[in-house]
DNA sequence: GGTTGCTTCTACAGCTACTGTAGATGTTAT
DNA sequence: ATAACATCTACAGTAGCTGTAGAAGCAACC
């Protein structure tokens, strides 16, 4: 059995952040030691290790609920796992497409900085225009009602 | 000009979070009409294009005002700007690095996913390798050349 | 056995970046 | 003139943490 600042370090995560998923029921009420201390074995390692990498895939906490309870549930279909990892795919590849016109401009930036002012610097208007065409048909996952 | 609603359909952003950037300091206080209504020029909708862009791309609104002070300061030293942009470049690299293997991940998971159960569905368990993987590596990923 | 020093406990406040709501007022169309 | 809608201020609430206070557990050294 492992404590929590164990488990926090081998999933790179705050100790508060595990009692915060314990709280809002993400992960299963630890039993305690005498001392009342948390006691965890490795399968809640790896379910917390779970958990931060959806979160670092940008995966929102009811998405990864989701996901934890059709694996609770093995003869469930695909389908709404297959569904979250669509939208996820559709998210990441919007985002490297903004991110590379932005490394674009500001590595042009850098360019023109070598021994001069930076009065030219175009960073609004070529992100503003990136932008409108990025967000007509979509929206983050984040920011839904 | 333009009224806060149009800015705010223009830009796909909210009434409020508008409101609450100019608040912040991000937008500019706007002037206002006879009736005390805000209004707007299209500068201000390709500045909060920007925001919104770059808040999709997963920036936090400090390192926004860092980039905006590129353009809204043209005379600031180039040392300055040099530096500003430098670090901006370096994150947004690290992060299309960090995005293309997780679009990688998705693609396999929708992959493996494709018309089977869960009990051969592999999404948690690619999921939860590929923690492991991101935490070995994650040294590797900051590194700088 | 006592003391130091670290970890963990609960409880709650604070953070970022919004989002929603209430109630008043401005604006526009019929 | 009245209805319908937009905007105003002010403030409360949200997700997903993160920090802090103060007490208690625990391990090590003297």
Redo the contacts with the bound molecule.
């Keep these: 059995m492992f ?4 488990v ?1 370090r081998a999933t790179d ?9 314990e709280q ?1 029921g993400l992960l299963p009420q ?1 039993p ?7 006691l965890y074995a490795q399968a809640d390692i790896d379910r917390l290790a779970f ?2 990498h959806a ?1 670092e895939l940008g995966f ?4 990864i609920r989701e996901l934890l309870s059709l694996s609770d549930d093995p003869n469930q279909s695909c389908a709404a796992a297959d569904a979250i990892a669509r939208r996820q795919l559709d998210q990441v590849e919007r985002r490297i497409t903004g991110l590379v016109s932005l490394k674009t401009e500001l590595m042009r930036m850098i360019e023109q900085c070598r021994g001069g002012k930076i009065s030219d610097c175009r960073v609004i208007e070529v992100l503003s225009d990136h932008a409108q065409c990025v967000t007509e048909n979509h929206q ?1 996952t ?4």
Tied chains: 1, 2.
């Design positions: 404590t929590i600042g164990h926090a995560c705050k100790v508060q952040t595990i009692r915060y998923y809002i630890a305690r030691s005498e001392g009342n201390r948390r958990i931060r979160r929102p906490l009811d998405a983050m984040e920011a839904k009602p």
